[in-house]
């Protein structure tokens, strides 16, 4: 939802919403909730990895572009979260 909702104000009521909606099922420690950043990061990162793993020559869009258009988008989520939590804490 970060990456596709462009205006992050939207985006944090989205996010909000959901993680209360979630939160009445089943309850989260603050601990939980401030692993969330890293937790998105890392699922990125290893979904890389599958990618990277089931490459083969014929694919055209496993390019070095495609490669750091993918590592931009984890960076500006670890900017934006450890930006966002500093707001909050």
Same mark, same amino acid.
């Given at each position: 939802?970060? #990456?596709?909702?462009?205006? $992050?104000? !939207? &985006?944090?009521? $989205? *996010? /909000?919403? #959901?993680?209360?909606?979630?939160?009445?099922?089943?309850?989260?420690?603050?601990? %939980? @909730?401030?692993?969330?950043?890293? *937790?998105? *990061?890392?699922? &990125?990162?290893?979904?890389?990895? =599958?990618? *990277?793993?089931?490459?083969?020559?014929?694919?055209?869009?496993? /390019? +070095?572009?495609?490669? $750091?258009? &993918? !590592?931009?988008? @984890?960076?500006?989520? =670890? +900017? &934006?979260? %450890?930006?966002?939590?500093? /707001?909050?804490?």
């Amino acid at each position: 939802m970060f #990456f596709i909702e462009s205006d $992050k104000n !939207v &985006y944090e009521q $989205k *996010a /909000t919403s #959901f993680l209360n909606g979630y939160q009445k099922i089943r309850r989260l420690s603050n601990e %939980e @909730i401030n692993l969330i950043p890293e *937790a998105g *990061a890392s699922i &990125y990162i290893f979904y890389l990895g =599958i990618q *990277a793993k089931r490459f083969d020559w014929s694919n055209i869009f496993f /390019t +070095e572009n495609y490669l $750091k258009m &993918y !590592v931009e988008r @984890i960076k500006n989520w =670890i +900017e &934006y979260s %450890e930006r966002n939590n500093n /707001t909050k804490n």
